[in-house]
Every structure is written in C-alpha cells, then in structure tokens.
C-alpha cells in the first residue's frame, strides 16, 4: 500500500480513485501485522468504553464482529443497510467537501482504507480506518444519529452553495468528531475522535481542565478549533433527539448573521 505523501500532503493513493473518490477495499491485500495492529487498537479502546462511551454507541458495537481484524466494509455495510440504510464505501483518506457531503446525502459513510504505523498507536494526524471505522461506523447503527448524519450531508451541499461550510464544519467538530453526552450515568463521549483516541477520551469526559459547555448551535458556529491537540472546548448534547432538533432549523439566516462579525 502507497504509504508516501502524495502532491495534496495527503498519504493515501488516489490514482485508482472514482470522480466520487471511491475504491476498493482489497481486503486481501492487508498484511498479519495490519490486522495485528488494528486488533491491539480496538483492544485498548474497548478496554476504555464501557466507562466512557454514550450508551447508544455500546450497544451499537455488538452488532459488528470487528475486534479480531480489518473489518471487510462489504460485510458490515450488509448489516448496516438493514438497520439504517447506510452503507461504508472505500475512500484512499480524506476528499473535498462536495465528494464527502454527496456521500452523506446517499447515506454513504466514507471510510478510509489504510492503517497506521506502529508508531502512530497513540497519535495520528490523519484518519485512517481505524479512527473512521471505530470512530464512526458504530453510531451509524443508531437511527436517530443516522437520519442525523443523512441531514447534515444534505446541510453540506446546502452550506456550499451559501459559502458556509467553515461554520457547518465547526459543527460537525464539535459533534460528530468531539461531542458529548449527558447520561443519566453522567458525561459520556460520542465523537469519533474521541472513540477512537487513547487518551482524549478519558480527558474529554473526566479531566478538570477542559470546558464543558450545553450544545449551542451558534456558539459552536463561532468557535475555533485546533486538530493537532486535546480541545479546550467541548459541547454536551441530552440526547441524539436533542441534536436533531437543534439542528433542524433552517442554517441560512444564521450563515448570514454569522458572516457579519
Ligand atoms: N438545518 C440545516 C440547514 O438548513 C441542515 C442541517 C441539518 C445541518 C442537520 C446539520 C445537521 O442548513
Ligand atoms: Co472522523
């Protein structure tokens, strides 16, 4: 597997990529230290889950057969479709915006095919299929998070045309990526990149340090985010309900009152 950066500072292979950036998977193609690595990633995070995933997560992770290797995303996608409609579809890493929010508005998750290096286990700058299928894919079985995604995907291709996705992809940081849940247990992560993280999980649920604030729609439109350390920041949801209703209002006029400042 094309491990060097490509022109883009990207490290996947592109060249055998579709218009809409999918690939195949090669399931074949991994090697035993791959699928070892991946193994001793998913063993570390479900070591850390049931004290700090969000319920709905936990029981998400039951329906998908993924500790022991690479999950092949054909398989996973079958059981997906018949839960929610959704499916994975293979990408080389990250793709532009419209390719990504076009995926979502499908109900299409892109995931990205290659692993990282042994010495990338604790940190990695960025996603592989460890952090994209860990990550993501669970939730995907929950049908209030899935219509949301589906909704968001829609919102993207909107915020394009209206010059907006800096502030929508604010939103999706702070949620999909690093959001938090209050439970009755107490604060819970359901952000990828908190799923999938060694250490940003426990910090995001029970470090003093960081700032937990209620969901607000316009202030995480407003917020900076750093991708290269734990976030100062972070926004707690009631429940994937309460997210869809936040977010279900028409975003034109706060794009436009957010472009004024
Ligand atoms: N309501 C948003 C809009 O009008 C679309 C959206 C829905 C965005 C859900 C994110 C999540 O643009
Ligand atoms: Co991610």
Known sequence: MLKEKNAAGLR???SKAGPDYAVE?????YTAQEHA???????????LVPRYACPEWIAAISHLDAAREIPSFESISKKLKKA???????????IPDDAFFTHLASRRFPVTVWLRKPEEFDYIVEPDVFHDFFGHVPLLFDRVYADHLYEYGKGG?????LDAVKFLARLYWFTIEFGLMKTPAGIRAYGAGLMSSGGELAYSVEDPRPRRLPFELEGIMRTEYLIDRYQDSYFVIDSFEHLMR?????FTPIYARLKEK
Do not use: H, N
Request: hydrophobic share 40%; no cysteine; proline share 5%.
């Open 12 to 14: 996947g292979d592109y």
């Open 25 to 29: 998977q090669d399931w074949a193609g």
């Open 37 to 47: 690595l991946y193994r001793r990633l998913f063993e570390r995070q479900s070591r």
């Open 84 to 94: 929610t409609g959704w499916e994975i579809v293979a990408v080389p890493g990250l």
């Open 157 to 161: 291709l909107k915020a394009m045309r």
């Open 246 to 250: 936040e977010t279900a209002p028409d």
